[in-house]
């Protein structure tokens, strides 16, 4: 199985500030990972696909980049909508999900 | 417009198994590189991947609940049926059903979900 490591699992922050979430999965995916944002009662919903995708109709603020086995979530400037979970995804073989990072408000 | 949406039953009994439908529009599962899959997601916890169908029929499990997994699909009623056996206290979650359509390299995220179910077992 891919393992997905994603971090840190709890993230506080202001409104304006530029956060970072990152994932490391346990050996080569390629560029196969997703990012998704989940606010409480709601099904999750894709930002970025093939780890820097962006999906149609998401901000500009949120970017993907890849490094080897390391990929990158970035929020360039916090809105007040986007204080939710995030999680990352690997679909290179089966699929596997990251445990979640809850981005606070401080 | 594509939507999903997941019905089945809200309890279930430890041992009993448990039968989750996914009732979809907007899409047809026999187009092809079109899948559907299920997700999970405990109380408080994060999202499990269980299954998915393909439209040509080709099925892939979660290795670690493989054996307790079935997935068809109902071409005709726009449906995708899940079930697990023997179900146990550890398996309460919200079960997500969502779409997929394979691009270029044959792999795709879920772009699209259903609004989940909870499931509970307990006797």
């Known amino acids: 199985d891919i393992q997905m490591t994603q971090s840190p699992s709890t993230l506080s922050a202001f409104v304006g500030d530029r956060v970072t979430i990152t994932c490391r999965a346990s050996q080569d995916i390629s560029h196969w990972l997703a990012w998704y944002q989940q606010k409480p009662g709601k099904a999750p919903q894709v930002l970025i696909y093939k780890a820097a995708t962006l999906e149609s109709g998401v901000p500009s603020r949120f970017s993907g980049r890849r490094s080897g086995t390391e990929f990158t979530l970035t929020i360039a400037s916090l809105q007040p909508e986007d204080f939710a979970t995030y999680y990352c995804?690997?679909?290179?073989?089966?699929?596997?999900f990251g445990q979640g990072t809850k981005l606070e408000i401080k | 417009q594509i939507t999903l949406k997941e019905s089945g039953p809200t309890v279930v009994k430890p041992t009993q198994t448990l039968t989750l439908t996914c009732t979809f529009s907007?899409?047809?599962?026999?187009?092809?590189?079109?899948?559907v899959g299920w997700i999970r997601q405990p109380p408080r916890g994060a999202l499990e991947w269980l299954a998915v169908?393909?439209?040509?029929?080709?099925?892939r499990f979660s290795p670690s609940l493989k054996t307790r997994l079935t997935i068809t699909k109902d071409t005709s009623k726009n449906q995708v049926v899940l079930t697990m056996t023997n179900m146990d206290p550890m398996d309460t979650a919200t079960y997500f059903c969502?779409?997929?359509?394979w691009g270029l390299g044959g792999r795709s995220h879920f772009d699209f979900w259903g609004p989940g179910t909870l499931v509970t077992v307990s006797s």
């Open positions: 969502a779409h997929k359509l």
């Open positions: 169908i393909y439209w040509d029929d080709d099925k």
């Open positions: 907007g899409f047809s599962i026999s187009t092809s590189g079109v899948g």
């Open positions: 995804q690997q679909y290179y073989i089966y699929s596997s």
